[in-house]
């Protein structure tokens, strides 16, 4: 299939090339397909050039950046970096690691023996906890903030990284559940009963079957979990107080007060919390999308 | 192996004593349960079921639905954040709520915030996908993809922040680039006027989630079989047609997804107005989120705050109430 | 193996949810109870005080870690854990962390309402008697700063800093226009106009952070309103806002819309701060504590220019918008006496001289502000405060927070010609209505 694809694109480059039966088709589509180029760049130099603009003013001297926010800093200050760092980034970005990575493997882990149970057995409830699961997912953290908020003081986790991680992962759960149930709803069933005559125990039939079969949406649900707790603002401000703990997300608004009109370190900061993401998503990417798509091509 | 265990624990005459002893919760009789997770009786299936689920479900129940409870008790009562006593005012609240112009300006708001995310990221999202899965861009496509996608993956607070400078009445960009292709005109104090403000930061949610909304459907737009789209070209059919007739019907499910997740998005928005304009001037660009933060942690009203906390519960289950009688999601 | 293996497995998840909570519960335990045990601490019983102010910038930052050190030093047996956030993230923050079941020991508090709403909750401690124990200590604070941190007679803060809100002026442009210091509210206005004329920005003000605009409708209904009305209206029990004063000083603020620079609701304080030191502006109404921040980077003369006179105001023209800030201490605190100890320290005079000096504010200390720690301009300033007949209290922090709200966002409408006064003092008035049947 993938070559087949190839071989169509290569056609399209030529598009006089093919049969006269397609002809019409294809003469309408270089013409739509040309103004629908002139739209895809636009949208990419829409996203792209904020994100440039932030990187180029980050290298800038506050005052420059107030006369000319457009031109190439005339002097690179590669300190503003350095400034940044110091004042607090590098803690911040440590603690949203710590925080990212524990949520995701607690929330994958227990979504896909959540999703397992949900799907291989049956058992009085099933219907009502899979109703409240999906439920769980209409329900935003805000709506529970006040009593989270009591909540989390009386099981002692305020200003904690618990305090953060725990509830980001109940919070995930309903959504990684319902997307590793769907997958696991697609694995045939006769796979898992040769297992089963084979004497595996269901446990073993989880960890040997289900969780490699699944990779992709596993990796898909880490993915998007991580965006959740890398982003999650409304309760890293409120649940944690400590500098020392914030996480990127409230550590920037520290940081910007803290820096009032000293525009250049507040952009390098930025840039120093997005950048390492960015890269690391561009590195990540083909396994990413390579899983998604092997995903699909199962499904 | 399986067998011997399932003799030690299980169900054979032999074992009743250690099953009686098992019944205490301890450890043996976890172990027992957990090798009842291999048993292919339905009976003992059905503890496996729960062992598998309750830590997770736990974790639900004490994060997600007692808070949903409590919250509803909380807004009973008039009470504030540091006073020990709270005072029993009924459905007060509501009717407080339902007299406040301001409760009505936000919820205005958030319906803004959802009509133009579903019309860009919904369907943006699904023709942007398309556009990028078709042939044509093929050998683009990866490129833009990963462009696209990129403001996912930063914080949104970095964005918002960014937003702020580029949204700066005097040195941003924005402003900036209007003056520069003649349009001085247009340039304003973007998230100080009244009148932009909410659309300022509903921009920049969109700028922000069109991408991951594209991803997922270009996800859903793989699973479709190329047959079909070789059909729909052997009968001839326009690319126009084939996204109608072929694309949207196929990415239904994935659309309902998406939907759902949008709509709660746009009810539950917090962030970007938070650190953009905290809900002003005045309170043009409150949105139910900010109300609910503004009342519990600037006003100290909690109980008026767990009240607008439940108007959002309502609403977002109201949505997921259509949702799911629409899809099929949560059925077979 | 593997049986014990998924045994174990089995076990681990089962109990993730009690181990989660209880490992998080060591530390919790230690940070509330630093001393570990709930007999009364011995002399040299080791104490933790958590310390909780609103200057995350320095100098401010860095004088509190010193001193904090200072103290630890002369006091071995005290440790001190601060933590700080800005100003408008404090005033929720705060509100947060009062309302656990640990709240800081000692922690930040403007004066006025702002403070009373505490005393009301039951969260801070009557600090009367130990005023009252260091007689010495008491009387090196200025009197007149004790009041908005008194109610009922009974003392509930220390106060830091003096501070005053006055306009600074660019002395260069007013003597190239040849502009006369305008005294009275008429005078100003044509002063502003010929400034507009010859291209000038007059005034430069930042409302994107809406207390900004607090402080000139402050100022104006101390002006407009007569002193024994404005006092019963701000008192959160009588107060109806019915005086049609309030009114008349919101049109004063609408007539200085014209002079001020473009998209005010777009621009924060800090950034029309900067149009006054590149002189793009010509006035900035500031407060005595923004000298050291203007000063150093300012390469003209400029100087002070007080509120006008109003024509018409029943208010006493030589009051003065302003208020100290200081600290109170939390009622539940388990060491009041070592808490009331580092807030002496910190209002010593040798402190207040050093605070003087390396932040730049003005102490409440009598006599802290001197030729040694201060600039003429900042000695001036502090001057000027003293020297007013009275002070009228930050509006944002001296009523109670659903009618400031009402002004707040009214005003931040008013200035995008959205609403006008009239229909601001309805909401404020509804406000007022509600926090007096609240306060029954």
């Not at chain 1, 294809?26 to 990187?55: D, H």
């Not at chain 3, 106060?159 to 600074?168: N, S, Y």
């Not at chain 3, 150093?296 to 105001?313: H, N, R, S, V």
Request: charged share 15%; proline share 4%.
């Amino acid at each position: 299939m993938q070559q087949n694809m190839e071989t169509v694109s290569q056609q399209n480059a030529a598009p006089l090339l093919p049969t006269a039966k397609k002809q019409r088709s294809r003469r309408g589509l270089t013409w739509g397909s040309s103004s629908l180029l002139v739209i895809l760049l636009l949208y990419f130099v829409a996203i792209a050039y904020p994100l440039f603009w932030m990187v180029m003013n980050s290298l800038k001297e506050s005052s420059e950046i107030f006369s000319d926010s457009w031109a190439l800093p005339t002097q690179w200050l590669f300190e503003n970096y350095v400034t940044a760092w110091e004042q607090g980034i590098s803690a911040y970005f440590l603690n949203s690691v710590i925080v990212t990575s524990l949520t995701c493997f607690l929330t994958v882990l227990l979504s896909a023996l959540g999703a397992y149970g949900l799907t291989r057995f049956s058992f009085r409830g099933k219907r009502l906890v899979l109703i409240l699961i999906l439920g769980g997912l209409m329900l935003s953290p805000q709506v529970s903030l006040i009593p989270l908020y009591k909540l989390i003081q009386s099981l002692g986790l305020f200003n904690t990284y618990w305090a953060l991680i725990i509830p980001y992962v109940a919070y995930r759960l309903p959504f990684t559940v319902l997307l590793i149930r769907a997958h696991f709803l697609t694995i045939p069933k006769e796979i898992e009963e040769a297992a089963y005559m084979d004497g595996c125990s269901s446990f073993s039939v989880f960890t040997r079957i289900f969780l490699p079969l699944s990779t992709p949406i596993l990796l898909t649900s880490a993915l998007l979990t991580a965006y959740f707790s890398w982003n999650e603002f409304l309760f890293s401000i409120i649940f944690i107080d400590d500098n020392k703990l914030k996480t990127i997300p409230s550590g920037l608004m520290a940081f910007r007060d803290m820096l009032q009109t000293d525009w250049g370190v507040l952009l390098a900061g930025l840039t120093i919390s997005a950048l390492p993401i960015i890269l690391l998503f561009l590195f990540m990417q083909k396994y990413f999308v390579r899983g998604l798509t092997s995903g699909g091509i199962k499904g | 192996m399986f067998a011997r265990q399932r003799s030690r624990c299980g169900n054979s005459p032999s074992n009743k004593v250690s099953a009686q002893k098992a019944r205490q919760w301890s450890p043996e009789r976890l172990h027992c349960l957990f090798i009842h997770l291999g048993g292919n009786d339905m009976l003992q299936r059905k503890y496996a079921g729960y062992l598998y689920v309750l830590p997770g479900f736990l974790l639900i129940l004490l994060f997600i639905y007692f808070p949903i409870v409590q919250n509803i008790q909380f807004s009973l009562f008039e009470w504030s954040a540091f006073s020990a006593d709270k005072t029993f005012v009924g459905l007060a609240q509501y009717a407080k709520l339902f007299h406040d112009p301001i409760f009505y300006q936000a919820l205005v708001n958030n319906i803004y915030y959802a009509v133009i995310s579903l019309i860009f990221q919904v369907f943006g999202g699904l023709v942007l996908a398309a556009v990028l899965e078709d042939k044509v861009f093929r050998k683009i496509s990866p490129l833009f993809r990963t462009i696209y996608f990129t403001p996912v993956i930063i914080s949104i607070t970095v964005i918002a922040l960014l937003f702020d400078f580029i949204y700066h009445p005097q040195v941003g960009l924005l402003n900036g680039f209007l003056s520069a292709i003649g349009l001085e005109s247009w340039t304003r104090a973007w998230v100080g006027d009244s009148a932009t403000a909410i659309f300022a930061a509903i921009a920049v949610s969109q700028w922000q989630s069109i991408g991951y909304i594209m991803m997922l459907f270009i996800v859903a737009i793989q699973k479709i079989p190329q047959e079909l789209y070789e059909a729909a070209e052997i009968d001839g059919a326009s690319k126009i047609r084939m996204f109608f007739h072929v694309t949207v019907p196929q990415v239904r499910e994935m659309t309902f997804v998406t939907s759902t997740i949008t709509l709660a998005g746009a009810f539950t928005v917090f962030n970007e107005v938070y650190i953009l304009t905290g809900g002003g001037p005045g309170h043009a660009s409150e949105v139910l989120g900010t109300y609910l933060y503004q009342s519990a942690f600037v006003h100290d009203q909690m109980g008026y705050a767990s009240t607008i906390a439940n108007v959002i519960l309502a609403i977002t289950l109201l949505i997921s109430l259509v949702q799911m009688k629409l899809s099929k999601t949560g059925e077979e | 193996m593997k049986r014990i293996l998924r045994f174990a497995t089995g076990l681990l998840l089962i109990f993730s949810l009690a181990t989660g909570c209880s490992t998080a519960d060591t530390p919790k335990q230690a940070s509330a109870d630093p001393g570990g045990n709930q007999v009364s601490p011995a002399a040299d019983q080791q104490v933790t005080l958590r310390f909780f102010h609103r200057w995350p910038r320095d100098p401010d930052k860095t004088y509190f870690e010193q001193v904090v050190k200072a103290f630890e030093q002369e006091n071995p047996n005290i440790k001190i854990e601060t933590e700080a956030v800005l100003n408008d993230a404090y005033k929720e923050k705060i509100s947060v962390l009062l309302g656990t079941d640990n709240p800081p020991d000692i922690y930040f508090s403007w004066s006025g309402e702002y403070a009373y709403k505490f005393v009301r909750g039951g969260k801070a401690l009557d600090l009367t008697s130990y005023a009252q124990e260091d007689k010495a200590w008491h009387d090196q604070l200025m009197e007149s700063q004790l009041v908005p941190f008194t109610l009922d007679n009974k003392l509930y803060g220390v106060p830091l800093t003096i501070d005053g809100k006055t306009f600074f002026y660019n002395k260069d442009i007013f003597a190239k226009l040849n502009l006369a210091v305008p005294t009275t509210w008429s005078e100003f206005l044509s002063t502003l106009q010929t400034l507009k004329d010859n291209g000038y920005t007059p005034i430069t003000f930042g409302n994107k952070a809406p207390w900004a605009s607090s402080h000139y409708i402050g100022t104006l209904n101390q002006r407009m309103v007569d002193e024994s009305t404005r006092e019963k209206d701000y008192n959160r029990a009588t107060g109806t806002f019915e005086d049609p004063g309030y009114v008349e000083a919101l049109k004063k603020m609408q007539e200085l819309i014209p002079y001020f620079n473009k998209d005010v609701n777009g621009l924060d304080h800090e950034f029309a701060r900067q149009l006054f030191i590149d002189q793009k502006a010509a006035i900035f109404y500031a407060e005595t504590a923004e000298v050291r921040l203007v000063e150093p980077k300012t390469k003209f003369p400029w100087g002070f220019l007080d509120f006008p006179a109003i024509e018409g105001g029943k208010g006493n023209p030589k009051f003065l918008t302003g208020a100290p800030e200081g600290f109170m201490i939390s009622a539940t605190t388990k060491h009041p006496k070592e808490a009331v100890k580092f807030l002496q320290f910190l209002t010593s005079k040798a402190q207040a001289e050093k605070f003087v000096k390396d932040v730049g504010k003005y102490s409440a200390v009598k006599g802290a502000v001197n030729a040694n720690t201060a600039t003429p301009l900042g000695i001036e300033a502090v001057e000027r405060v003293t020297a007013a007949e009275g002070l009228a209290l930050w509006l944002d922090t001296d009523l109670d927070i659903k009618i400031v709200d009402a002004y707040l966002a009214g005003t931040q409408q008013m200035l995008n010609g959205e609403k006008s006064p009239e229909e601001i003092m309805q909401d404020v008035r509804k406000a007022a209505q509600q926090v007096r049947e609240q306060s029954k």
